[in-house]
């Protein structure tokens, strides 16, 4: 009981349900590509992250100076939640406007995307 309680009160919040439908459609993201999604500080999202991490739903992996998350499908209850998200919000019309954006992110090169992000993030500081 514990472990679906963790995994129900990792996806009790907007965001991460989003970056959990995100991972739905594709194999793995970079932590980049996230901020870039949600439109939020990298350290917000590295808080997101780290509650789906501790769920059990997301595992990461570094290379270099770029971290990626991808959905634990090794888990059997992990496999059945991917399944039963899929048709619950798969066609909802925010996670139909995530992908779009991640197909854009996902077609320029990360590190374009990260300087996107700073230069943005330079230019709203005071």
Known sequence: MKNTLSLLKALSDQNRLRVVAALLSTHEICACQIKELLKITGATVSRHL???IRAGLVDSRKEGRWVYYRLRK???????????????????????ADRLMLDETGSCELIETCRKQSRRDSDSRP
């Open 74 to 96: 090794d888990r059997p209850d992990v496999k059945a939640l991917i399944s039963w998200l899929k048709q619950e919000i798969g066609n909802a019309d925010v996670v139909k």
């Open 50 to 52: 780290a509650l789906l």
